[in-house]
């Protein structure tokens, strides 16, 4: 009973000891209009311990914005007989349209792999969930091309110096999302780490929304998927007709 008794007062002890996480985001709605180039997201916030007081020690800090989760069938192309063709490809059930993490030292040197799997934090470390079975080789190959192609894209992101802590308690990222963010709910997530362990934890969201003309093309496009379709080919069957009679007439 000793034992036992002991055990849990450390256990109350320890998590006692653990810091408060009091998150916020510069804008929680972010509006998609014409000639919209990009914005840059601030998420700040205070480390605190459970008292609302000062932290005791040392946190690092990571930020991880993310956002709608969406499936989405991945296309190898292999040169064939001089052409380039689809040979391979495979369907993802859990691919983030965005992702950013930022942290205050490289991830590698404040979590080991298995606690930055769990949490994923960092791009090698994305929870795809592939559809069927696949080759855990093959299955590499795919991931790592999306990462690729939506870091190329801007869309996906890593700043292993990108939050800054000021006198253990206030800390900061900015963070980047660019003309073709996807619109959606994002969910912004902060870990407080210490020793390799994640001690405390918060989240806060952010819409992004498109208005306007935008608004009612992505609406028309979204609920009347079959007419929109057939209104993009008579527009371009239009504009290549009135292309052919200009240069008739010239």
């Known amino acids: 009973m000793r034992v036992l008794f002991a055990f849990l007062a450390l256990i109350m002890l320890t998590g006692a000891r653990d810091p408060i996480l009091v998150p916020e985001v510069s804008q929680h709605e972010i509006q998609l209009r014409q000639g919209f180039t990009g914005t840059e997201l601030l998420l700040f916030g205070a480390i605190l311990s459970r008292d609302g007081t000062r932290a005791a ?3 690092d800090i990571v930020v991880v914005l993310k956002g709608p989760t969406q499936s989405i069938v991945l296309r190898e192309k292999s040169k064939v007989a001089g052409i380039w063709i689809n040979t391979a490809s495979t369907e993802l059930r859990s691919a983030p349209s965005y992702y950013a993490v930022a942290s205050s030292r490289p991830i590698a040197e404040i979590v080991d792999d298995k606690t930055a799997a769990i949490y994923e934090l960092g791009l090698s470390w994305l929870q795809l969930s592939p559809i069927g079975a696949i080759d ?3 299955q590499l190959r ?5 990462v690729d192609l939506n870091q190329r894209g801007g869309l996906y992101r890593e700043a292993p110096d990108g939050v800054s802590v000021k006198e253990q308690v206030l800390y900061q990222a900015r963070i980047f999302l660019p ?4 619109i959606g709910t994002y969910t912004a997530e902060t870990f407080a780490i ?3 362990r994640v001690v405390a934890s918060a989240s806060s969201e952010v819409e992004v929304r498109k208005l306007g003309f935008e608004r009612a093309i992505a609406n028309f496009a979204e609920d009347q998927s079959f007419l929109y ?6 527009l371009s069957v239009m504009m290549g007709w009135i292309a052919g009679r200009l240069f008739a007439l010239v």
Do not use: I, Q, T, W
């Open 57 to 59: 020690r040392d946190y």
């Open 179 to 182: 003309s073709s963010v996807p």
């Open 142 to 146: 795919f991931s790592k091309g999306l």
């Open 194 to 196: 210490s020793n390799g």
């Open 229 to 234: 379709g057939l209104a993009a080919v008579m």
């Open 136 to 138: 855990p080789a093959e």
